[in-house]
């Protein structure tokens, strides 16, 4: 097909993705017209259906297209540098939005909106993140914030450092999270570990760890299976322990 065959027939098409936007939003889209008409914010003048096919071929999931390092995504057919920013573009507003719309709000009426934002950020990661929500003394939350990336444990989070970053921000309460790259939400003996360390050094300073919260194939609450209760009481017994002395 050439130019002009389609620019008259690719803009016919494009316009009825527009008008289905504009009347029932996202639903009934699939993964591709998603993705070429993300595309077309960057060539608005090409066509995009074959590059969003590409993409999706190659890397699997819309997600997975959206978290791609820049200079990966441009080496994709079609996708190119233009292509490339409007998708990372897109992401970070998406994930700004997010973030923002949670400040302010109380943790407890709002935890499925904080759900909606972590995995926004963290379903379809290669690589590990860690991340923080910090909260007031009425649980109103006040920021987040990426903390770590890679292999999650004691030896790259660094609770004491953590802790010290809420006293900062005036925080009394925590909710940390992070993602499971091989798509499990069951919590591993380090993760366990790391729950505690945090939530002994944060109850030191007076500053309660709420939730844990793991990403992947789906989401795992540590407060919802009753694991935050235990790790509270053996924070307690250790600290009655230590003023024994």
Aim: net charge positive.
């Amino acid at each position: 097909m050439d130019k002009k065959e389609w620019q008259k027939k690719g803009e016919g098409h494009r316009q009825r993705l527009r008008n289905r936007f504009i009347t029932r939003g996202l639903d009934g889209f699939t993964d591709p017209e998603i993705l070429e008409l993300l595309l077309s914010f960057g060539t608005p003048r090409r066509d995009t259906k074959e590059p969003a096919k590409a993409a999706l071929k190659q890397l699997g999931s819309l997600v997975a297209v959206l978290e791609e390092p820049l200079s990966e995504l441009q080496q994709i057919k079609g996708i190119g540098p233009k292509n490339g920013f409007a998708i990372h573009f897109i992401q970070a507003v998406a994930r700004r939005y997010l973030r923002e719309r949670l400040e302010g709000k109380r943790y407890l009426h709002s935890s499925e909106e904080v759900r909606d934002y972590l995995i926004h950020i963290m379903r379809g990661l290669k690589k590990e993140i860690f991340t923080v929500i910090y909260l007031d003394s009425s649980h109103a939350i006040l920021d987040s914030e990426t903390v770590a990336e890679g292999t999650i444990n004691v030896n790259t989070v660094y609770p004491r450092e953590l802790v010290k970053q809420a006293l900062h921000k005036n925080a009394a309460a925590m909710v940390i999270a992070h993602n499971h790259p091989s798509g499990s939400i069951e919590p591993s003996s380090l993760d366990m570990q790391l729950t505690r360390t945090i939530s002994l050094l944060g109850s030191m300073m007076q500053i309660q760890l709420l939730d844990h919260i793991i990403i992947g194939n789906g989401s795992y609450s540590f407060a919802d299976h009753g694991l935050m209760t235990k790790i509270r009481e053996q924070c307690r017994e250790t600290m009655e322990s230590l003023h024994g002395f």
